[in-house]
């Protein structure tokens, strides 16, 4: 980093961070000079399972209106990201929902996530890393969501397995019960240089027995424009314009039954597809990072790609004179089939070695279809709120299927070359709960406790004219697994409050597809990939100042990530594994948001996260005190926002943004000549949103341009040696081109 951007993000620091991701939120009063203190609304999350002010919260949690980012173009959980102080995103291929979430010093390290994804109680993510788990995730921002909650690190007490780096949950609105509400919005944009983006979405939640049973039905359609050429790898000639586009839709319907003032049923149905085109990596020249035939091309190949996530839950809600019961019922399925042509390639070879004549075989696609489908249940027993002691105690039970086909089959003849399939069954049960107990009524201690048992077995089966049939029963992965939380808060005054907190998560155990020396016939690599722990450690300070004019929330934090789960390599052929030792990670945060009761809010975050090996990992190519791939050491992000009466009845809104993420390594390095991957940092990328818009009565309408600048940068980049040769095989993933748009809302 630059001494300039340090001094800039210093100042930025010292002014003010959230617009939509503050602690705390205050009602408008044009009338007002200065915040009053019974116009502080205090924002409540349920991110301890329990509703709580954010401010008393023992954790750092950020709440995101998403409202907020979508009027200014800013559609996808990858910008929510970029605003939020701690939290990282791999955008892998550029693509909505395709790459990985990570927070505070963690990456994506082997193939089961890091992160946990919920809509409310239900858990989205893939405990399997043979579901692509760790590249996949639910964006479910252009849902009927009321609030985004994104916590940071271990979660696993309260949410199991794969909140290793922290849980984002997608809390939707429950259906109205009295009066009906609902909007539409169509939101029109234009890539510099690219396509035309096209969103509609809208919702209308209405009581079909006042008082009794409210529905809320949702949807919407998101044609996202591509802005990479696809080009002729021969003459270098484009062959399709705008090849990265996508095309994306998804409705639910929510349905909320009231049978009493103490009992609740709710059911809700959700189904989100994408089709998408080419991914919008860049083939470059070199390790230069020059570009290999222009500015935002690419020579890949055409194919099919489509992905989809079918959810459906039920849960009742029971309210004892002492606690409340919830249980919730889920099953969650998604799909990923995706298809290259690779005819050029290997059409000849299949003809040769089915015996065909040559020109036999007119397509050879490359297939992957990966598919999950999970089901889940907990039973949760929440105490009352009180002054005295507080407890959660839960059960919860998760099995899941998964697979994994590959295959190469040249028609019309249905030449087999090749299908590999790795089908794997996850089972899970578990018994959770936490204590809280008041010392006095500014000072208590929270202690947690989750015990689970964890079981993956996998098969691993091959056919076809290039490999050897097959079909095998790897040896199962079981875990007995204990993950622990202890909090401590103190609250000085009614302004302040300080807390520590130790929580421990994990990933659970997986089957592993072996690894065996072709001459020694030693086996390389573990039959078993054992469960990874992740110990974080946290001391915190939420407050504000002058009834609100000023509020802040920092904390700084350590973490100890032992035996992490990672690919490791033999003879350049890669695999899972776990690290020999594990990896050491610390740094603080703080957001700070300035609200000057007059209209004008401003609110500035700034993240610090240095993460390194413990010891050498010759399998992971790493040195010992060697950066973790994919953490930048700096993020930081300002939003402001002035609101004010531009005439008698019409209001009107000017604000904008920057976002920065600091370079980071693409991969561990040591100069190892038969290493697979070669390391590339990543540019430094700082973006600038501006916006602007009116409201009168029903209707609002918005005006926005992101990436102002046009900064033209690479989000990521891989090098990956080409076998047989000296050369690389290079890419970069380009931030999006400037785009501008407008947006229209009608409310009802």
């Given at each position: 980093?630059?001494?300039?951007?340090?001094?800039?993000?210093?100042?930025?620091?010292?002014?003010?961070?959230?617009?939509?991701?503050?602690?705390?939120?205050?009602?408008?009063?044009?009338?007002?000079?200065?915040?009053?203190?019974?116009?502080?609304?205090?924002?409540?999350?349920?991110?301890?399972?329990?509703?709580?002010?954010?401010?008393?919260?023992?954790?750092?949690?950020?709440?995101?209106?998403?409202?907020?980012?979508?009027?200014?173009?800013?559609?996808?959980?990858?910008?929510?990201?970029?605003?939020?102080?701690?939290?990282?995103?791999?955008?892998?291929?550029?693509?909505?929902?395709?790459?990985?979430?990570?927070?505070?010093?963690?990456?994506?390290?082997?193939?089961?996530?890091?992160?946990?994804?919920?809509?409310?109680?239900?858990?989205?993510?893939?405990?399997?890393?043979?579901?692509?788990?760790?590249?996949?995730?639910?964006?479910?921002?252009?849902?009927?969501?009321?609030?985004?909650?994104?916590?940071?690190?271990?979660?696993?007490?309260?949410?199991?397995?794969?909140?290793?780096?922290?849980?984002?949950?997608?809390?939707?609105?429950?259906?109205?019960?009295?009066?009906?509400?609902?909007?539409?919005?169509?939101?029109?944009?234009?890539?510099?240089?690219?396509?035309?983006?096209?969103?509609?979405?809208?919702?209308?939640?209405?009581?079909?027995?006042?008082?009794?049973?409210?529905?809320?039905?949702?949807?919407?359609?998101?044609?996202?424009?591509?802005?990479?050429?696809?080009?002729?790898?021969?003459?270098?000639?484009v062959i399709l314009k705008d090849a990265n586009e996508s095309d994306n839709y998804g409705y639910s319907a929510d349905l909320f039954f009231?049978?009493?003032?103490?009992?609740?049923?709710?059911?809700?149905?959700?189904?989100?597809?994408?089709?998408?085109?080419?991914?919008?990596?860049?083939?470059?020249?070199?390790?230069?990072?020059?570009?290999?035939?222009?500015?935002?091309?690419?020579?890949?190949?055409?194919?099919?790609?489509?992905?989809?996530?079918?959810?459906?839950?039920?849960?009742?809600?029971?309210?004892?004179?002492?606690?409340?019961?919830?249980?919730?019922?889920?099953?969650?399925?998604?799909?990923?089939?995706?298809?290259?042509?690779?005819?050029?390639?290997?059409?000849?070879?299949?003809?040769?070695?089915?015996?065909?004549?040559?020109?036999?075989?007119?397509?050879?696609?490359?297939?992957?279809?990966?598919?999950?489908?999970?089901?889940?249940?907990?039973?949760?027993?929440?105490?009352?709120?009180?002054?005295?002691?507080?407890?959660?105690?839960?059960?919860?039970?998760?099995?899941?299927?998964?697979?994994?086909?590959?295959?190469?089959?040249?028609?019309?003849?249905?030449?087999?070359?090749?299908?590999?399939?790795?089908?794997?069954?996850?089972?899970?049960?578990?018994?959770?709960?936490?204590?809280?107990?008041?010392?006095?009524?500014?000072?208590?201690?929270?202690?947690?406790?989750?015990?689970?048992?964890?079981?993956?077995?996998?098969?691993?089966?091959?056919?076809?004219?290039?490999?050897?049939?097959?079909?095998?029963?790897?040896?199962?992965?079981?875990?007995?697994?204990?993950?622990?939380?202890?909090?401590?808060?103190?609250?000085?005054?009614?302004?302040?409050?300080?807390?520590?907190?130790?929580?421990?998560?994990?990933?659970?155990?997986?089957?592993?597809?072996?690894?065996?020396?072709?001459?020694?016939?030693?086996?390389?690599?573990?039959?078993?990939?054992?469960?990874?722990?992740?110990?974080?450690?946290?001391?915190?300070?939420?407050?504000?100042?002058?009834?609100?004019?000023?509020?802040?929330?920092?904390?700084?934090?350590?973490?100890?990530?032992?035996?992490?789960?990672?690919?490791?390599?033999?003879?350049?052929?890669?695999?899972?594994?776990?690290?020999?030792?594990?990896?050491?990670?610390?740094?603080?945060?703080?957001?700070?948001?300035?609200?000057?009761?007059?209209?004008?809010?401003?609110?500035?975050?700034?993240?610090?996260?240095?993460?390194?090996?413990?010891?050498?990992?010759?399998?992971?190519?790493?040195?010992?005190?060697?950066?973790?791939?994919?953490?930048?050491?700096?993020?930081?992000?300002?939003?402001?926002?002035?609101?004010?009466?531009?005439?008698?009845?019409?209001?009107?809104?000017?604000?904008?943004?920057?976002?920065?993420?600091?370079?980071?390594?693409?991969?561990?390095?040591?100069?190892?000549?038969?290493?697979?991957?070669?390391?590339?940092?990543?540019?430094?990328?700082?973006?600038?949103?501006?916006?602007?818009?009116?409201?009168?009565?029903?209707?609002?309408?918005?005006?926005?341009?992101?990436?102002?600048?046009?900064?033209?940068?690479?989000?990521?980049?891989?090098?990956?040696?080409?076998?047989?040769?000296?050369?690389?095989?290079?890419?970069?993933?380009?931030?999006?081109?400037?785009?501008?748009?407008?947006?229209?809302?009608?409310?009802?």
């Amino acid at each position: 980093m630059s001494e300039h951007m340090k001094k800039y993000l210093l100042v930025a620091a010292m002014s003010a961070v959230v617009l939509p991701l503050n602690s705390i939120a205050y009602a408008a009063d044009d009338s007002a000079q200065e915040p009053d203190a019974d116009n502080v609304e205090k924002i409540t999350v349920t991110s301890s399972r329990r509703i709580q002010s954010i401010q008393d919260v023992p954790a750092s949690v950020i709440a995101v209106d998403p409202e907020s980012f979508l009027s200014t173009g800013l559609s996808s959980m990858a910008d929510i990201i970029d605003y939020s102080a701690g939290f990282n995103i791999d955008r892998a291929n550029g693509q909505r929902g395709r790459g990985s979430i990570a927070a505070r010093g963690v990456s994506q390290q082997g193939s089961t996530a890091v992160t946990a994804i919920y809509i409310d109680d239900v858990p989205m993510t893939s405990n399997s890393g043979f579901a692509n788990g760790g590249s996949l995730f639910f964006d479910g921002l252009l849902g009927d969501v009321e609030r985004v909650e994104l916590i940071k690190g271990p979660q696993g007490t309260l949410f199991g397995a794969t909140a290793i780096s922290g849980a984002i949950r997608y809390i939707s609105r429950e259906p109205a019960l009295f009066e009906s509400r609902g909007s539409i919005t169509a939101d029109i944009s234009k890539v510099n240089e690219g396509g035309i983006n096209k969103q509609y979405r809208g919702f209308y939640s209405f009581p079909l027995i006042n008082d009794t049973l409210g529905l809320t039905l949702s949807g919407f359609s998101s044609d996202d424009a591509g802005y990479v050429d696809q080009v002729d790898p021969a003459s270098g000639e484009v062959i399709l314009k705008d090849a990265n586009e996508s095309d994306n839709y998804g409705y639910s319907a929510d349905l909320f039954f009231e049978a009493s003032t103490d009992l609740s049923f709710r059911l809700k149905g959700l189904k989100q597809k994408s089709s998408f085109g080419l991914g919008s990596a860049v083939r470059l020249a070199s390790l230069d990072k020059d570009v290999a035939y222009g500015k935002l091309t690419t020579d890949d190949a055409f194919g099919s790609d489509k992905m989809a996530t079918d959810m459906l839950s039920a849960s009742m809600t029971y309210e004892l004179s002492g606690a409340t019961l919830d249980l919730t019922s889920s099953k969650v399925e998604y799909e990923n089939n995706r298809s290259l042509d690779y005819t050029a390639i290997y059409g000849a070879f299949l003809d040769m070695l089915s015996g065909n004549p040559p020109g036999s075989t007119t397509s050879a696609p490359v297939t992957i279809d990966v598919e999950s489908e999970k089901t889940t249940h907990e039973l949760r027993l929440t105490s009352k709120n009180n002054d005295k002691l507080e407890w959660i105690a839960g059960l919860y039970a998760a099995d899941e299927s998964t697979n994994n086909q590959q295959s190469l089959i040249g028609q019309p003849l249905n030449i087999i070359g090749l299908i590999a399939a790795f089908p794997s069954e996850y089972e899970e049960y578990a018994a959770f709960g936490n204590v809280t107990y008041y010392v006095n009524p500014d000072f208590d201690i929270t202690a947690g406790m989750r015990f689970a048992k964890t079981e993956l077995a996998l098969r691993f089966v091959q056919d076809g004219l290039l490999l050897e049939t097959s079909d095998e029963e790897l040896e199962t992965a079981k875990g007995d697994i204990k993950t622990y939380l202890l909090t401590a808060r103190y609250r000085p005054n009614k302004d302040l409050s300080l807390y520590s907190r130790i929580a421990s998560g994990y990933r659970p155990a997986a089957s592993n597809l072996t690894l065996i020396d072709p001459v020694t016939g030693v086996l390389l690599s573990q039959k078993t990939v054992d469960q990874d722990d992740l110990w974080s450690y946290e001391v915190g300070a939420k407050g504000d100042i002058d009834n609100g004019w000023f509020s802040y929330d920092t904390s700084v934090w350590y973490l100890a990530w032992d035996d992490f789960q990672s690919a490791v390599y033999f003879n350049g052929l890669g695999t899972e594994g776990n690290a020999k030792d594990g990896i050491t990670a610390y740094g603080f945060e703080g957001t700070f948001t300035l609200n000057s009761g007059n209209g004008f809010s401003l609110t500035t975050s700034i993240a610090y996260a240095r993460s390194t090996l413990n010891e050498d990992e010759p399998q992971l190519f790493g040195l010992a005190g060697a950066d973790l791939a994919r953490v930048p050491n700096w993020r930081a992000s300002s939003i402001g926002r002035y609101d004010f009466e531009l005439s008698n009845g019409t209001e009107a809104w000017i604000g904008g943004g920057f976002r920065y993420t600091g370079s980071s390594p693409s991969s561990f390095v040591n100069g190892d000549p038969a290493n697979p991957a070669v390391n590339l940092d990543s540019d430094a990328v700082l973006l600038v949103d501006l916006n602007a818009g009116l409201a009168w009565e029903s209707i609002n309408i918005g005006f926005y341009i992101n990436n102002l600048l046009n900064n033209d940068d690479y989000n990521s980049y891989t090098a990956a040696a080409i076998p047989g040769t000296t050369t690389f095989d290079v890419t970069g993933i380009p931030l999006q081109p400037r785009t501008a748009g407008v947006n229209l809302t009608y409310s009802f």
